[in-house]
């Protein structure tokens, strides 16, 4: 059963810039307002960094922060096509009612600043500003970048099991949940994480089994695409993502290595939707980034 949103008033930190003849409709963080003009001058201008990507802003007001941009597309076939219809209005509102929510069950995410949309030209463009976490990059940008030996590569994998398991334990499924929407930063000796973009994720009051498995199935898929891009990572590192995903339930953990060993009806079905795809151009041969993450690993350009 899905949560109702006034149960925990996820907008509480939030006030509502509307437009009375429909122009726009943005929420903004209270003591951010004069962010809304800067949200408004990126929807008319576009300055995005393309699908899937977040433009960087300066902050203005701020020495101390930096903020991150992205305009909402629709996303597979159709939106690589650019056919099909408008962005939904309701994305921006639905991803900060989620982040918010996710922040109050403790789960370490963005801090949104401001959403929504505005009318452009007879078309509806929506986009979001989310202050940056300083350090902090997607794991396979990590992974390139970094460079880590096994040691920390084995916490990083037990970190992010613990935080999707944290995420899945407070009744959150993540629309898109992904290696790239999970950031990683070594600092002071201390590994953090954070789960971003939660467009389209949805709020239960708990998450029953076929719910987490499905989001773990799709966590795999990409686990499988980013390992085409040369992320390398392995069993072991997987091993202890279930393991500290599962906590101290052996039964857990058993159901699910023996899922990810392709002895589950559920998996093999999922497979096959998996090899379709690919077979269909419905999914990308490397995710988005992908080529830059190779690029970065193997120090060439091919």
């Known amino acids: 059963m899905r949560l109702q949103v006034n149960k925990l008033d996820p907008l509480s930190e939030f006030e509502e810039n509307l437009d009375r003849d429909g122009a726009h409709h943005f929420w903004v963080r209270k003591g951010e307002s004069p962010w809304v003009a800067s949200l408004r001058n990126r929807l008319v201008s576009r300055s995005s960094s393309g699908r899937g990507r977040m433009a960087k802003v300066s902050d203005a007001f701020s ?4 903020l991150l941009f992205k305009e909402y597309s629709r996303g597979g076939l159709l ?11 309701e994305r921006p509102f639905n991803e900060i009612i989620s982040t918010e929510m996710a922040a109050m069950r403790g789960i370490p995410t963005h801090r949104i600043i401001a959403g929504g949309w505005l009318r452009v030209e007879g078309q509806q463009r929506c986009g979001l500003l989310v202050q940056e976490i300083e350090g ?4 396979p940008e990590w ?3 970094r460079r880590p030996g096994p040691t920390l590569r084995g916490k990083a994998a037990r970190l992010v099991g613990e935080i999707v398991g944290q995420l899945h334990d407070s009744g959150i499924v993540h629309g898109d949940l992904n290696l790239a929407n999970i950031l990683v930063r070594a600092k002071a000796g201390r590994l953090e994480g954070w789960v971003v973009d939660f467009d389209k994720a949805a709020v239960y009051d708990r998450l029953n089994h076929k719910r987490r498995l499905q989001n773990l199935l799709r966590l795999y898929r990409s ?6 891009a040369g992320a390398g990572i392995t069993e072991r590192e997987i091993y202890l993502f279930l393991r500290s995903y599962c906590r101290k339930s ?16 559920l998996f093999l079905i999922h497979r096959l939707k ?7 151009g419905l999914s990308h041969a490397l995710p988005i980034g992908g080529k830059q993450v190779r ?8």
């Open 143 to 145: 992974l390139a970048v």
């Open 274 to 280: 998996w090899v379709l795809a690919d077979a269909l």
């Open 79 to 89: 939106g690589r096509l650019r056919i099909g219809g408008a962005v939904s209005s």
């Open 63 to 66: 020495s101390t922060r930096s």
């Open 295 to 302: 690029e970065k690993i193997h120090g060439t350009k091919n």
């Open 250 to 265: 052996d039964l857990v953990f058993s159901e699910w290595t023996s899922l990810l060993r392709g002895d589950s009806p």
């Open 223 to 228: 686990v499988q695409k980013w390992n085409r």
């Open 136 to 139: 902090a990059a997607n794991l």
